[in-house]
């Protein structure tokens, strides 16, 4: 891992970055977050395998950030982008003074509140994570597209060959209820990816390899285990508190489909009123951000 010296003073809050393409939407996230919370260390995980950073913008990302090395292949939908998570957590735990906060952003994100009401909310806070978090039922009928996406255990046929990458075999759900981690000990629990967690729930997450090795072994062989792992982790760890908000605003498509709207400068007035500590997500140089920067004083 390489970037700036660890500040000596216990910085309030950190960022641990996902990427994978788009290198100057990284490189301009980094550079808000760097100039609106000075001493907070920020880790990057960037997937080299799919957009490379170019030496300009690797070197401006490295004033101010962590490069987090080597990287994981991250493939949507997969184990590795909880890998990826961990390990860029753990790379914020690792050093002197690690944060006293720590949250989790993709590249398409951006701040919308000012540091100070974001770092008064943590400090107030009567909460370990900040984390959208629903239990899924073992057996009511609402919850059945989503135990067929984590009670199924399967093998994925392209990690065996290029030419099978949408094929892949998997146990009825029926069987993963029997067999899996799941139950009055362990509930299962779904939500977004995005979350800020304090450094309680954050060294929870980064020692579950060891501590919840069933789960993840599950998991690793599940659908879209990053919109589900830490979510069952933080919701069964007896003396966690969550807050059930990220403090993302959002908005979903309409047609129903899991994935965001990417946000226009039409939806300044919705975010600025939601109290929210970032929007997801942003095409790269929207103008919305240069209006975002401007009302954050950037």
Known sequence: MQGPSPTSRTPTIGFA???HRDPAQVSRLIDRLARLYPEAPIALHHDHSQTALPPDIRSTIARHASIV???VQTRWGRWSLVQATLIALDALLDAPSPPQWITLLSASDYPVAPPASVLAELHAADADAFLEARPVTLRGPEDRHLRKRYLRQTL?????????????????????????PFGKRLTLHWGPQWFTCNLRAARAIVASPRTHRRLVNWMKRTHIPDESFIHTLIMNTPGLRVAPSSRR????????????ETLTIRDLDAIRASHA??????RPDDPALDDLDRSLGL
Do not use: N
Request: proline residues 8%; aromatic residues 10%.
């Open 17 to 19: 970055i996902l990427s």
């Open 69 to 71: 090395e080597p990287h």
């Open 156 to 180: 994925w046929l392209g990690d065996a060959h290029r030419a099978l990458q949408r094929c892949r075999l998997s146990t009825p759900a029926s069987l993963g209820r029997a067999i899996g």
């Open 249 to 260: 605003f959002t908005r979903w498509r309409s047609s129903g489909a899991p994935s965001p």
């Open 277 to 282: 500590h970032f929007a997801r997500k942003f």
